[in-house]
Nanobody, 119 residues
Framework: QVQLVESGGGLVQPGGSRRLSCIASGSLFIINAMGWYRHAPGKQRELVAGSTSGGTNYPGSVKGRFTIFRDNAKNTVYLHMNGLKPEDTAVYYC??????????????WGQGTQVTVSS
């Protein structure tokens, strides 16, 4: 079993910064990817940052403002968000993808953390 625990959400003023954290624990064995999605009311779920052995990727909506960082020794992924805008308001979910000890793929999600950008 794998658990993801997120933290760092809250209320931020426009132009402000915030750092989200996500700690993965349990039967991870091999991690291929970690990252963050967000889901705002009335909008589709959107990938905001992904990290694999091949590098990182961001959509145009956050590129240059958001940075993903993984601490592999701690099975932790961070999302540094700068220059926050009201349209960044959403529930942010972290995810982990990999292989268990039987070499079967897995994908797990965190419970989500609310980020609200408002003055």
């Amino acid at each position: 079993q794998v658990q993801l625990v997120e933290s760092g959400g809250g209320l931020v003023q426009p132009g402000g910064s915030r750092r989200l954290s996500c700690i993965a624990s349990g039967s991870l064995f091999i991690i291929n990817a970690m990252g963050w999605y967000r889901h705002a009311p009335g909008k589709q779920r959107e990938l905001v940052a992904g990290s694999t052995s091949g590098g990182t990727n961001y959509p145009g909506s956050v590129k240059g403002r958001f940075t993903i960082f993984r601490d592999n020794a701690k099975n932790t992924v961070y999302l540094h968000m700068n220059g926050l805008k009201p349209e960044d308001t959403a529930v942010y979910y972290c995810y982990v993808q990999g292989f268990n000890k039987d070499y079967r793929t897995y994908e797990y999600w965190g419970q989500g953390t609310q980020v609200t950008v408002s003055s």
